[in-house]
Structure formats: C-alpha cells, structure tokens
C-alpha cells in the first residue's frame, strides 16, 4: 500500500530520500539531469519569498518510491505552478506516478493556480515515457526546447575565431560575479522586465514581472547565500542604457559543469551580434575562473532562431528534447 505524504523539506532524512527517487528516475538522461545532494539540501529549505515549494513522497512501508515538486511563483504568475512527479525505475506502471500527479493537483488548486506547467525530456527529436504520462495526466506540449550542452574544449576550438567576427562597436561589456554594479541596477531590471514577453514561451500562459532594485538586490543575495555564482556580463549602451544581458552559472559545491541562466537583448538593439559578445564575455569569464569547468548546459525554445544560431557557433550540441507542458485545471 503505497501512501502520498508531504514531506518537510527541513527534515533532512525526508529530504534525502526524496532526493534520492528524483535521482534515480532521472539517471536515464544524458548531462546532470538532477541537481547535486549537497546544492538540494541547501536549495529546498531554504527561504524564498519569490516561491513556494511543496514536496510530496509515495511512500511504501518505510521506502520513498514516488517524489512530487510543485513550484509556485509568489510575485506574479500567481494563477499558475509547475508540478513534477518522478517514480522510482523499478516502481513504475503501479499508479504510483498519477496518484501524485493528481495530489499535486490538489495542493495547486487548493492554493487558487488554475494552470499548471510541467516539462518531459525526451532524447532529441524523439517520444517517450515522459510525454505518454504527461499526456494520460491531461497536459499538451505548450512549447518544444532543446537542451544543449556544450563541452569546454569545443568552445576553445571556436572562442578566438567568434571574437575577432563580434564587434560590438559603440557599447561597452561589463561583468561582474551575482551582484549588479549600482550605477546599473535600473536599466538592468527594465530589461529583466522584458524577459517574459520576449522570451518564447509557445503557448505557456505567463505574463511579465517587475524588477525593482530591492527585489534584484534580494535575488542576488539568495544566490550568495546558497553559494550559487551567478557571471553576468552587460552591454552598455553609448547613453548609458543596459542594451543586453547573458549570465552563466556556477555553484561553489560543482566547478564542473554550469549553466547558462537568462540571455535577453533589448529589441532597439538587436542585430548588432552583442548576444554573441554577451556569451563570449560570460564563457570567457567562468573558463578562466573555473579551470576544472567541463561543460555548460542550456536550452531554447527550437523556434528561437537566433539564439539558436548564437549557441551553435559557440559549439553547443542538442542532447535533449524538453517538451514545456500546461494543463488548464
Ligand atoms: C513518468 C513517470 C512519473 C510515470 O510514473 P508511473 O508511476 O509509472 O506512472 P503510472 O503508473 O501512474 O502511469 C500513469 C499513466 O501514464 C502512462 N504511462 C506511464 N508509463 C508509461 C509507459 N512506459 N508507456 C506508456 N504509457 C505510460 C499510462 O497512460 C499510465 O496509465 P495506465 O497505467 O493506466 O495505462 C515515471 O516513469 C518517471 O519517474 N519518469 C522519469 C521522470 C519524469 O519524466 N517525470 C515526468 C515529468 S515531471
């Protein structure tokens, strides 16, 4: 008789075996598809007043076979939350996977979200498990991503050839590590703001949000808490104005792999190559920081042409399909 239970994310023993089923059904992917134990049990306590978390646990006897995350954003997009189930290999095709999928619908409608987000990774260009489920729970494919992985000695081969073609004429590239430089903090949260409205997004219904100082300042001291390193590099405009922002990022417990976090240009920029300059600045940055980096992971909406073109000279190769999904409750 397999139970759902919420599971206390403070309960560190909990935690671990929640931790250790997400594991385990997630070993089948190519890349890190699962986040280390020591970035999970510093993450998931962890206080943040941009989300909430609930962890579910289908648990048999003493065993934890099923883990469920539902995510909810507190700010903006309060109609919506993401919902993931994961079962353990030798535990699947018991009903397991829908019995949480079904509580995590309860915990979200019972917190007024109408909609609810969930993503299946597939080999590249392929079917599966993942979109069978998520098709039985009632969900549609709002959006199709690939996730790219690129090895550090592949973007060596490319760096010197893509830097001396990027001429970012008339505007200046700054980095700096998590914490924006005030004289930039304005212009930098109006172009986060835009973020959502020009990201595509396919069919997922989420709307745009605000970036004050106080809220910036706030995120980047949680990344600083967590010992997450966030390399940012801004492009400055001849007035001043942040025209364009890539990060890259790093956490203190795996200076192995990292991940690219947002790339946005300002539209009244764009065409002048700076996402390209943006990312050569940030792998630049982390490779020279982190001798020991052996990949940086992302992915992009199959319909964003140009970032798309920008990741493949940088030497990124698709090894997943990420199907973004929604189901409207
Ligand atoms: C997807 C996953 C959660 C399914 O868990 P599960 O406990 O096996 O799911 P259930 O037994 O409740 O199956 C529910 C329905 O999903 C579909 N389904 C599940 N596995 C399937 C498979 N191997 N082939 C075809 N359909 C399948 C079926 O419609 C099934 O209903 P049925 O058994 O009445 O036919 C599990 O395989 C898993 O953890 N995968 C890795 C993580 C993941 O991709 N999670 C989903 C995205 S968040």
């Known amino acids: 008789m397999v139970d759902i239970e919420q599971i206390n994310p403070r309960n560190e023993a909990a935690l671990r075996a929640w931790w250790e089923v997400g594991h385990a059904a997630t070993a089948y992917r190519p890349g890190k598809p699962w986040p280390l134990w020591e970035q999970s049990r510093v993450a998931l306590p962890a206080d943040n007043p941009e989300r909430g978390i609930t962890l579910l646990g289908a648990i048999d006897g003493r065993e934890m076979v099923g883990a469920g995350l539902l995510t909810r954003t507190l700010r903006e997009n309060l109609h919506a939350a993401m919902a993931f189930a994961f079962v353990r290999p030798d535990r699947t095709r018991e009903g397991t996977g829908r019995r949480l999928a079904d509580e995590l619908e309860v915990v979200a409608a019972g917190d007024g979200r109408t909609t609810l987000q969930s993503e299946a990774y597939l080999p590249p260009g392929g079917a599966g498990v993942p979109e069978a489920f998520a098709r039985a729970m009632g969900y549609d494919v709002a959006s199709r ?20 073609a990027v001429r970012a004429d008339g505007y200046r590239v700054v980095t700096f590590d998590t914490v924006c430089p005030e004289e930039h903090l304005d212009s930098f949260g109006r172009l986060l703001g835009m973020l959502m409205s020009e990201v ?12 004050t100082p106080e809220r910036i300042r706030a995120a980047e001291q949680r990344q600083v808490a967590t010992g997450r390193h966030v390399h940012t590099a801004l492009a400055i405009a001849a007035d001043g104005a942040v025209a364009g922002v890539s990060d890259v990022r790093v ?4 200076h192995e792999h990292a991940q690219v976090g947002i790339t946005i240009v300002d539209p009244a920029h764009r065409g002048r190559r700076l996402g390209l300059a ?10 020279a920081a982190y001798p020991t980096l052996e990949r940086v992971d992302t992915s992009n909406a199959e319909v964003n042409t140009h970032m798309n073109a920008v990741n493949e000279a940088l030497g990124y190769r698709t090894i997943e399909t990420l199907l973004e999904l929604q189901k409207k409750l």
């Open 251 to 254: 956490d203190d417990t795996d």
């Open 200 to 211: 595509p997004l396919g069919e997922l219904d989420l709307t745009t949000s605000e970036w």
């Open 278 to 287: 943006l990312k050569l600045a940030t792998h630049d940055l982390v490779l």
């Open 145 to 164: 991503e690939s996730i790219k992985e690129l090895a550090t000695g592949d973007y060596l081969a490319r760096r010197d050839a893509l830097a001396a």
